[in-house]
């Protein structure tokens, strides 16, 4: 890997490390870009509703501020992009764009986490065998691919279906054929590699193959130790050349500002 668009700092709740941290790692292992997309605010529910697992609407400025400063620090060593991981949640994706571009935000990354609105859903990627709950992630994912805003769709392979195969084959092939008619790439997932999660899934890798997706490796880094990760790098490599998969080693930002 020459670059990697998929990093979490301290600041999402369940992660380690400030941003210095991270690019000094990044440098040390000769990446030319490193994009960090710590999950993205949205803290501006109908209700007092709010999640653990982002950064707060007020430490959006700190976050940007510090990556803006750092990037004309490094700017001879590599590049550095402030973006973000963000679900697309319809109801309040609107206001998220105003705040990520008032805020000097790049890019945006698609990481689905929970569906609907948040409030009172379910995480995607629990074990479930409803068809109706998997049609519903790909309705979803696919709309959040139509506004043409993220770079890549990161763990698309998430939601965990135990159901039905054919179910599945239709539904995941639909998904892909999503991401490639908005010429999205879609994200082998380093993480859930380190940490033996259902995910990457092979029959979605398959499916993307098939559908002749455009792919590229994301180390979903939560400490800095892992914005490089030859280890797992290496086994998603394997993955990707068994169904004829060539991933793309940078990802064509498409900027919100």
């Not at 000094?24 to 529910?45: I, N, Q, R």
């Not at 940490?195 to 098939?210: I, K, T």
């Not at 892992?226 to 394997?238: C, R, T």
Request: net charge negative; aromatic share 10%.
């Amino acid at each position: 890997m020459i670059a990697n668009y998929h990093t979490h700092t301290y600041r999402c709740g369940h992660a380690e490390g400030n941003e210095r941290e991270y690019v000094e790692c990044a440098v040390k292992a000769g990446l030319k870009t490193l994009g960090f997309s710590d999950h993205t605010p949205y803290d501006f529910f109908d209700s007092d509703h709010s999640s653990p697992i982002r950064m707060r609407v007020e430490e959006l400025p700190g976050y940007a501020g510090s990556l803006r400063g750092l990037a004309a620090e490094y700017r001879d060593r590599i590049e550095i992009l402030p973006g973000v991981e963000a679900e697309y949640y319809p109801r309040y994706f609107p206001r998220l764009l105003e705040l990520l571009r008032e805020n000097g935000i790049v890019y945006m990354i698609l990481g689905q986490h929970l569906p609907g609105n948040e409030i009172g859903e379910a995480y995607c990627g629990r074990p479930t065998d409803s068809a109706a709950d998997l049609e519903r992630y790909v309705s979803q994912t696919a709309e959040a691919l139509e506004t043409g805003l993220f770079s890549c769709f990161a763990h698309p392979d998430l939601i965990r279906f135990v159901g039905e195969s054919a179910a599945y084959e239709k539904q995941m092939r639909r998904l892909c054929r999503a991401a490639r008619k908005t010429d999205t790439p879609l994200e082998i997932n380093l993480l859930g590699i380190r940490e033996g999660r259902s995910y990457p899934d092979e029959r979605f890798w398959r499916l993307a193959a098939e559908e002749g997706n455009t792919v590229i490796l994301g180390s979903d880094a939560h400490t800095p130790a892992h914005v490089v990760d030859p280890q797992s790098e290496q086994k998603a490599l394997a993955l990707a050349e068994k169904f004829g998969i060539r991933p793309i080693t940078t990802l064509p930002i498409r900027r919100l500002c």
